[in-house]
Antibody
Framework: QITLKESGPTLVKPTQTLTLTCTFS??????????VGWIRQPPGRALEWLAL???????RYNTFLNDRLTLSKDTSRNQVVLTMTNIGPVDTATYYC?????????????WGQGIPVTVSP | IQMTQSPSSLSASVGDRVTITCRAS??????LAWYQQKPGKAPKLLIY???TLQRGVPSRFSGSGSGTDYTLTISSLQTEDFATYYC?????????FGQGTRLEIK
């Protein structure tokens, strides 16, 4: 059974760095083809893909965030960490991590519950 | 690749047949998924590869399409289907979602 759960601060001040952790179970990020992605959703708006980390440590980022994102993984702890620098009010959103692999054509087949993050002074 | 969903909202009744369309700005080779999202919940994968039903999803949901044009069809709406639906392409980076279609009870 695959599960994922996001953790981190829910209130962040502008210009700070946001660090979110995705802790997962039921799969290994060492397995060929497995990926973990981050997606966010501002209040009342559509989903936005942020980043993806692969089993082989390859990473992909959405370029609209202008190099503000960094992904890392700790396979021994079954965790993926997303950092976002220079946070601003437009980054207020619910942040999700999700599992992806070749079995479902790399769609996001399992999602965490999401963590709401508010950026405010 | 920009994903354009239509309509952006839709009112329908239980038992209706509903179709939602997603158009990609470039061909995406069926690397398309559909998700259902209910308020306060994470999205749920319904269909991947444009037409393959995710296990556990009712057969009243179906997907079709190729190239740039894709559709999600719900053959007979049930109460639990009233939600927002998103398409997503995986053919190239950045991965992109449609803007969503809100399906409401008439």
């Amino acid at each position: 059974q695959i599960t994922l759960k996001e953790s981190g601060p829910t209130l962040v001040k502008p210009t700070q760095t946001l660090t979110l952790t995705c802790t997962f179970s039921g799969f290994s990020l060492n397995s060929d083809g497995v990926r973990v992605g981050w997606i966010r959703q501002p209040p009342g708006r559509a989903l936005e893909w942020l980043a993806l980390i692969f089993w082989n440590d390859e990473k992909r980022y959405n370029t609209f965030l202008n190099d503000r994102l960094t992904l890392s993984k700790d396979t021994s702890r079954n965790q993926v960490v997303l950092t976002m620098t220079n946070i601003g009010p437009v980054d207020t959103a619910t942040y999700y991590c999700a599992h992806s692999d070749s079995a479902t054509w790399y769609s996001f087949d399992y999602w965490g519950q999401g963590i709401p993050v508010t950026v405010s002074p | 690749i920009q994903m354009t969903q239509s309509p952006s909202s839709l009112s329908a009744s239980v038992g209706d047949r509903v179709t939602i369309t997603c158009r990609a700005s470039h061909g995406i080779s069926s690397y398309l998924a559909w998700y259902q999202q209910k308020p306060g919940k994470a999205p749920k994968l319904l269909i991947y590869g444009a037409s393959t039903l995710q296990r556990g999803v009712p057969s009243r949901f179906s997907g079709s399409g190729s190239g740039t044009d894709y559709t999600l069809t719900i053959s007979s709406l049930q109460t639990e289907d009233f939600a927002t639906y998103y398409c997503q392409q995986f053919n190239s980076y950045p991965i992109t979602f449609g803007q969503g279609t809100r399906l409401e009870i008439k």
